[in-house]
């Protein structure tokens, strides 16, 4: 059974730096995919940002030139350098991987990033 577990949410002010990381586990493949996605309360879940297993990365154009995505194919980590952070950032935030062999979608159970001052 393939877990995707979260770490790094937290409450930060806004301009303020955060890392969130995902570690996948009980896979017997790789990971085509890994990235995160977002959900804000009365929205629907987002794309933050996500990349491929030979480095090719997306964003959304609303965290572009502020977070980081990348990823340790070895250790089936992925982790979000998220800067200048603003109050309209505030969402949960979900780890997600797609499995290469399968294709089967995984989810996080969530971590939530809050930016207030």
């Known amino acids: 059974q393939v877990q995707l577990v979260e770490s790094g949410g937290n409450l930060v002010h806004p301009g303020g730096s955060l890392r969130l990381s995902c570690a996948a586990s009980?896979?017997?493949?790789?990971?085509?995919?890994m990235g995160w996605y977002r959900q804000a309360p009365g929205k629907q879940r987002e794309l933050v940002a996500h990349?491929?297993?030979?480095?090719?990365?997306k964003y959304a154009d609303s965290v572009k030139g502020r977070f980081t995505v990348y990823r340790d194919n070895a250790k089936n980590t992925v982790g979000l350098q998220m800067n200048s952070l603003k109050s309209e950032d505030t969402a949960l935030y979900y780890c997600?991987?797609?499995?290469?062999?399968?294709?089967?979608?995984?989810w996080g159970q969530g971590t939530q990033v809050t930016v207030s001052s």
């Open positions: 997600y991987a797609q499995e290469k062999l399968t294709g089967q979608n995984y």
């Open positions: 009980g896979s017997g493949s790789a990971f085509a995919i």
């Open positions: 990349i491929t297993s030979v480095g090719f990365v």
